[in-house]
């Protein structure tokens, strides 16, 4: 996730301090990815190093106020015109603990698979639970949307964790019939 994209987006809204940058990025993700202040910082020097961003004055309060440059502006609409590439999958600890379960002496992965699936099924439960709250808010509100946005991207996720444990433990149900004990 490119959280100096996402400091870029935020900031063509108009000059912003780094706390509130980070409270903003929180609220529009719906809690899902929270930001250290200390790298929303770090990332706004390197904006600002790389001309993307400049401090534009304080707030009332005397903090930093950062604006987008018209850099920074050309960046993010490259970004949003670039689709985002799939060509190498991120590390998948589920596939890979399943992966090694299958060989490890003495692991049921049936049980492995059971369990997971009871926790995906809570997460999923709180993903809708949650999106109901929202959908009975402002739905049209752009911070409303965008929380929907990612808790149905969460949901569609989850979903698809389930039927890929359904596959798996279908799939070593058959291989329990299919193989003859030794």
């Known amino acids: 996730m490119s959280i100096r994209h996402g400091l870029l987006a935020l900031l063509e809204q108009g000059p912003r301090y780094g706390s509130r940058l980070r409270t903003e990025f929180e609220a ?3 809690g899902t990815w929270p930001l250290n202040i200390g790298q929303v910082y770090t990332t706004l020097g390197r904006l600002e190093r790389d001309g ?17 440059t018209e850099a920074g502006r050309a960046e993010l609409r490259a970004w949003f015109a670039r689709p985002v590439q799939r060509a190498a999958p991120p ?22 698979v ?3 699936r009871r926790h995906v099924a809570q997460a999923l439960h ?11 808010r402002a739905p049209g509100h752009p911070d409303e949307l965008a929380r929907l946005l990612v808790l149905e991207q969460l949901i569609c996720h989850t979903e698809a964790e389930i039927r890929w444990l359904d596959h798996c433990e279908a799939r070593l149900l058959r291989l329990r019939t299919e193989t003859p004990a030794p």
């Open 126 to 136: 709180e993903y809708v639970r949650q999106r109901a709250q929202a959908l009975g």
């Open 28 to 30: 529009r993700t719906a």
């Open 91 to 112: 590390r998948d600890e589920l596939a890979i603990k399943l992966v090694l379960a299958v060989g490890a002496p003495g692991v049921d992965v049936r049980k492995v």
């Open 114 to 116: 059971e369990a997971q």
């Open 52 to 68: 993307m961003v400049v401090q534009d004055g304080e707030d009332e309060a005397g903090r930093a106020l950062y604006g987008l």
